[in-house]
């Protein structure tokens, strides 16, 4: 994770303040040549070269928790639908009790 905390580095070091040219992230780097606020970040601006496809991470996350509040309202549809599939079975059963 990208830290804006120069305790990493020593009190005289020469510290650069730089801005992610992936996430636009604001990092300290020990190089004034440093790019990317982190591995993540450069692998992912590497991916994108070799492919416009690729998505910038956050607009990863936005996607995947979509996906997951999707997958929950579902799980509580299927539970919903489930539970009445249930009571109308019972309904039935009182109905017509099952013959031996
Ligand atoms: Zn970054």
């Known amino acids: ?30 190089r004034s040549t440093a790019k990317y606020c982190s591995s993540t ?24 928790s979509a996906l997951l ?4 309202y579902l799980k509580g549809q299927l539970q919903r639908y489930v539970f009445e599939n249930q009571q109308l079975q019972d309904k039935l059963n009182q109905q017509m009790p099952p013959k031996d």
């Open 41 to 64: 970040c450069r692998g992912y601006a590497n991916q994108a070269k070799n492919s416009e496809e690729v998505l910038p991470y956050d607009e990863t996350d936005k996607m995947i």
């Open 69 to 72: 509040s999707e997958n929950a």
């Open 1 to 30: 994770m990208p830290k804006l905390d120069r305790s990493d580095f020593k009190y005289n070091a020469k510290v650069f303040e730089k801005t992610c040219l992936w996430c636009g992230t604001v990092y300290f780097a020990s």
